[in-house]
């Protein structure tokens, strides 16, 4: 999985760095008021399927409790309510298809996240590129691991749709515009070297001249076809 152009790693703050003015954490009835950390967390995409907040026209993400309400209410003296570390970014879509369902651990308050192959991995804890990758064509596929029957890629790729077209579609776009990035580089590297060569009269000036035109002329027809 290509560095940060999909799923990149994720971290938390201290915890009083969410606190609000009262020294607590915001109410559950407030939670809302740590989006901006809770997005910037994620780097402002959707911790399951990836796409970013920019990709779905700038819309506000959901707010999604990792270990469910419906599930952990009652639990814990209701602090997975409004704990930021429970709080991950969701876009609606996932939000929606992940909703209370929930095959993890319900005894401990940090207990495991998937059992017996079926849960969510929690990306702040576990390294998705252990588990799944995303190939050229866009589509998350699972990482073999063998004898691992605990494995939730498979679980979380089929009960929240990853490979739903249009997220295919932003994840394969990423792949196209590094591509074309790194080829636009490259000829800004070219016309580089050859000015240099001039400088240092490896070249004359016209033949310089000859090459960069060329370099040019590529550059035109690459950049008329992207």
């Known amino acids: 999985m290509p560095n940060n152009l999909h799923f990149p790693s994720l971290s938390r703050l201290d915890e009083e760095s969410y606190y609000c003015q009262t020294g607590d954490f915001y109410a559950a009835s407030n939670y809302q008021s740590n989006y901006d950390m809770i997005a910037r967390d994620c780097k402002y995409r959707c911790v399951y399927c990836d796409a970013t907040e920019k990709e779905c026209g700038g819309e506000r993400f959901s707010l999604d409790h990792f270990r469910p309400r419906d599930v952990f209410a009652s639990k814990f ?6 704990h930021p570390y429970n709080l991950h970014l ?12 929930w095959q993890g651990c319900e005894v401990l308050i940090n207990g495991p996240t998937y059992l017996g192959g079926k849960g969510y991995i929690d990306r702040f804890e576990q390294e998705l590129s252990t588990f799944m990758n995303v190939d050229i064509d ?6 073999l691991q063998p004898e691992n029957d ?6 979380m790729i089929q009960r929240l749709h990853l490979n739903r077209p249009n997220r295919v579609y932003l994840r394969k776009k990423r792949h196209v515009n590094k591509l074309v ?3 636009e580089s490259l000829f800004s590297t070219c016309t580089k070297e050859i000015l240099e060569h001039c400088e240092n009269n490896r070249i004359g000036p016209t033949e310089g001249i000859t090459i960069i035109g060329q370099v040019e002329k590529l550059r035109d027809e690459f950049l008329a076809i992207r």
């Not at 003296?77 to 409004?82: A, D, E, M, S, V």
């Not at 969701?90 to 369902?101: G, I, R």
């Not at 605990?150 to 679980?155: L, S």
């Open 77 to 82: 003296n209701g602090i997975l309510l409004k």
């Open 90 to 101: 969701s876009c609606q879509k996932c939000n929606v298809l992940k909703s209370k369902d």
């Open 138 to 143: 866009g589509r998350i596929r699972v990482q």
């Open 150 to 155: 605990n494995d939730p890629a498979e679980y």
């Open 181 to 183: 990035n790194d080829i």
